[in-house]
């Protein structure tokens, strides 16, 4: 008898160290963005699903909160050999399923190991406080101590970094790990948990449920969950924080972005110009921290935007595993539905349209490609400002000074990042103090902290009040307890 053999993988939930089948029975594709081929079926779990990975984190807690720190930092610093001897793969498994360009997904890899090495420090993160004589023969000290299960819940557009930033840190804090992954990019998360498999973690200290709503609504509400790390879309995130909160939980929720630069007359034309670019279309200008918005000031707009054209004109669109291409494609067709509508209202909204990826869209007949767009003329009062289109669009608007540049910038409802560039310490100065922005950039594309900062977002950027990543990671997986102590 002939068998079909199904030319793609139908992935599995990570249980208590074991891959099984989800109950759901349901399933949904997982296309390449570049050509359309089917990669994977992911399973759209049930909250049985997620049930059973909680018991598994739950029964693994008891164990692994008592296990000595150093002992759980020594798997960190294996896990962090493991993922550099697999960089090329998993780089080239982020090309497949996210779309973005081989040398982005190398990028977004070292991005990720950072983590694991700053997590690989847990000795020293976790150590606590004593003051020895807080009054005669009183002494008083702060003990860490995990808070027990903690849930993740991950964006398409960072499938690697974005998980690393929540379950090394939360798992050498000693606490165990449900993470649900994007329903649009589960394949690099199933690589993650192998390797860490293989780096030695006992079972059940981190688990994967693949899935959509019901897996997060899951996670929000269970009773065994103790804290929720989310990382994704701003209206996703509110609701992660108010129904997460309002079941007693710890949550960091990061969300959405419109990111502004703005553009002094002093500035270095040919390196702005670069910077921006990276900023505006690497990565499809899916980057919560890319430049969404560019602020000129002065007389500096037209030389800037003829440079900007010059250059922008040079970008290759195409599939990210091929060496030519610098712009890959969007996630979805549905997402690319979404950016045309935008780029159809920025008409509408009389901004001026210098450059129509849509050009470059119907070149291809496979893929989700959409060219670099570029409005002027952009005003505060248009959707194309306000919203967040993340995708590579970028707006441009003219401001006569810095103080209505820093005006303009600071209207936004976001506050992730924001850049000057500028040769003027002066005008750096005036920027930095004034500017409503948690993650600032001086003459830098991309103000992203390394793993040993926190990740700062502000305004609806951020729900929660201790950031992802550095110290604030380290607060956010722990719980204190204070001794104080008399001894007679
Ligand atoms: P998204 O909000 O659509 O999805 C994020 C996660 O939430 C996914 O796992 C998804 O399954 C789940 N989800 C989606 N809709 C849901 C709903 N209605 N109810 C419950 N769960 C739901 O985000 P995305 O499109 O995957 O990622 C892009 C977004 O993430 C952008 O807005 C980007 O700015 C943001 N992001 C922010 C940061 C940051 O650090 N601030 C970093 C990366 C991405």
Redesign the pocket.
Known sequence: MVQTQQKYDKLKNFVGGQWIEAISGKYENVPNPATGEILAEVPISSKDDLDLAVNAANKAFKQWSRTPVPKRARIMFHYQQLLQKNHDELAKIITKENGKTLQDSYGEVQRGIECVEFAAGAPELMKGEVLPDIANDIESAMYRYPIGVVGG??????PMM?PLWMFPLAIVCGNTFVL??????PLLARKLAELLQEAGLPDGVLNIVN???D???GLLEHDNIDAIS????????E??YKTAAAHGKRVQA????KNHSIIMPDCDIEKTVDGVIGAAFGSAG?????CSVVVTVGDVSDRFIDALLDKTDQIKTGNGLDDYTSLGPL?RDS?RDRVVDYIDKGEKENAKLLRDGRVEMRQHDKGYFLGATIFDYVEKDMKIWRD?I?APVLSIVRAKSLEEAIEITNASDFA?GAVIYTRSGKAVREFKENIDAGMVGVNINVPAPMAFFP?S?WKN??YGDLH?NGKDGVNFYTRKKMVTSRWF
């Open positions: 819940i991950t964006p398409f557009n960072f974005v649900k992954p994007s329903e649009r990019t899935g959509a709503h897996v997060v609504n989310f990382v994704g879309s701003q209206p996703v995130a609701h992660v990061l969300a959405g972005a899916e980057r919560c921290m890319a996630i997402h967040e993340f992730n990740f977002g950027s951020f992802a």
